[in-house]
């Protein structure tokens, strides 16, 4: 079973940047897509940004042009830079990812979350 640990969260002012890094442990299956979601308290869990094996990104609306996902195949690691951060983006912010099994059997993975607190 893979395990991701979120890492790099913490309390920062409007307009500063942060960057949040998901490490998978080491498996033989193939990962896939890996996500990053967010969830602020009373709020529906949301996907911010995907990307696949292969590089292919996809951000929600709210994001575009200020996050950026990026990923590194040899480490099983993958990174959101959040820059000019606003008060709406207060959420723990959890990493996921679709991994590949033998027989074309998939399993999906979550990491634990890590906060991310903009003040104004």
């Known amino acids: 079973q893979v395990q991701l640990v979120e890492s790099g969260g913490g309390l920062v002012q409007a307009g500063e940047s942060l960057r949040l890094a998901c490490a998978a442990s080491t498996t033989p299956f193939s990962i896939h897509t890996m996500a990053w979601h967010r969830q602020a308290p009373g709020n529906q869990r949301e996907l911010v940004a995907s990307?696949?094996?292969?590089?292919?990104?996809n951000y929600a609306d709210s994001v575009k042009g200020r996050f950026t996902i990026s990923r590194d195949n040899a480490k099983n690691t993958v990174y959101l830079q959040m820059n000019s951060l606003k008060p709406e983006d207060t959420a723990v912010y959890l990493c996921a990812a679709d991994i590949q099994k033998p027989f074309n059997s998939w399993s999906h993975a979550w990491g634990q979350g890590t906060q991310v607190t903009v003040s104004s």
């Open positions: 990307i696949t094996r292969g590089g292919i990104t």
